[in-house]
């Protein structure tokens, strides 16, 4: 069984004690980088839920997603040439959902993954300016990223604003992995590719100038 959390809400440790109950023999869990640093208790929790179900397990943490850009969160502000979060120029190793797939599936149907936590990366370091950079290059689109944190302040209330700029400065920057092409035996897509495969399929055509 693959197993999400729900957005923002924990996973239900009913639905994991009977789904073992009922034959779930493995369980791959998606997590996230930096989750012990950022002091994510939902995800800790289902980390640790699974890892004591009783059943082979296995957590997969990638950094963020490529998808993020084009199908996730960041797509309106994308489409609307600006993006504004506190991350200044930390760099980041945006993973692609497919390599996320690839693995996940390599755990769910193949032994020695067992008791694993896999973190998982893309090829290459990025910071948002230089990953938004590639996006203008192939598409043409212009982006601006506004990196501070007063910056998130004017857009998100303050509150929640620093809660979530002490979390991603607790993360900090990402570093690689060879997870993906250690475990699929290919190497991971990188960002340009990531960009053109999207633009070829129709991301982002409303915001094109």
């Given at each position: 069984?693959?197993?999400?959390?729900?957005?923002?809400?924990p996973v239900e440790p009913d639905f994991v004690r009977e789904a073992?109950?009922?034959?779930?023999?493995?369980?791959?869990?998606?997590?996230?980088?930096?989750?012990?640093?950022?002091?994510?208790?939902?995800?800790?929790?289902?980390?640790?839920?699974?890892?004591?179900?009783?059943?082979?397990?296995?957590?997969?943490?990638?950094?963020?997603?490529?998808?993020?850009?084009?199908?996730?969160?960041?797509?309106?502000?994308?489409?609307?040439?600006?993006?504004?979060?506190?991350?200044?120029?930390?760099?980041?190793?945006?993973?692609?959902?497919?390599?996320?797939?690839?693995?996940?599936?390599?755990?769910?149907?193949?032994?020695?993954?067992?008791?694993?936590?896999?973190?998982?990366?893309?090829?290459?370091?990025?910071?948002?300016?230089?990953?938004?950079?590639?996006?203008?290059?192939?598409?043409?689109?212009?982006?601006?990223?506004?990196?501070?944190?007063?910056?998130?302040?004017?857009?998100?209330?303050?509150?929640?604003?620093?809660?979530?700029?002490?979390?991603?400065?607790?993360?900090?920057?990402?570093?690689?992995?060879?997870?993906?092409?250690?475990?699929?035996?290919?190497?991971?897509?990188?960002?340009?590719?990531?960009?053109?495969?999207?633009?070829?399929?129709?991301?982002?055509?409303?915001?094109?100038?």
């Open positions: 069984m693959y197993l999400m959390a729900p957005h923002e809400l073992v109950e009922r034959g779930v023999r493995r369980l791959v869990l998606l997590s996230s980088r930096g989750v012990v640093e950022m002091r994510d208790e939902r995800l800790l929790a289902a980390e640790a839920l699974v890892s004591g179900s009783g059943a082979d397990w296995t957590v997969v943490r990638p950094d963020w997603f490529d998808q993020n850009f084009d199908e996730g969160f960041f797509r309106p502000s994308v489409v609307a040439g600006e993006l504004v979060l506190p991350l200044g120029d930390h760099v980041l190793g945006f993973v692609d959902a497919d390599d996320i797939a690839a693995v996940a599936v390599r755990a769910l149907t193949e032994d020695g993954h067992e008791g694993r936590t896999y973190e998982l990366s893309g090829p290459e370091l990025l910071s948002f300016p230089r990953a938004l950079g590639l996006i203008t290059e192939v598409t043409g689109l212009d982006v601006r990223f506004r990196g501070t944190a007063d910056d998130y302040r004017e857009v998100v209330p303050a509150d929640l604003a620093d809660a979530q700029v002490a979390a991603w400065e607790a993360c900090g920057d990402s570093e690689l992995t060879d997870t993906v092409e250690r475990v699929t035996g290919r190497p991971p897509k990188d960002f340009r590719r990531y960009v053109e495969q999207a633009w070829e399929g129709g991301a982002w055509r409303e915001g094109r100038r």
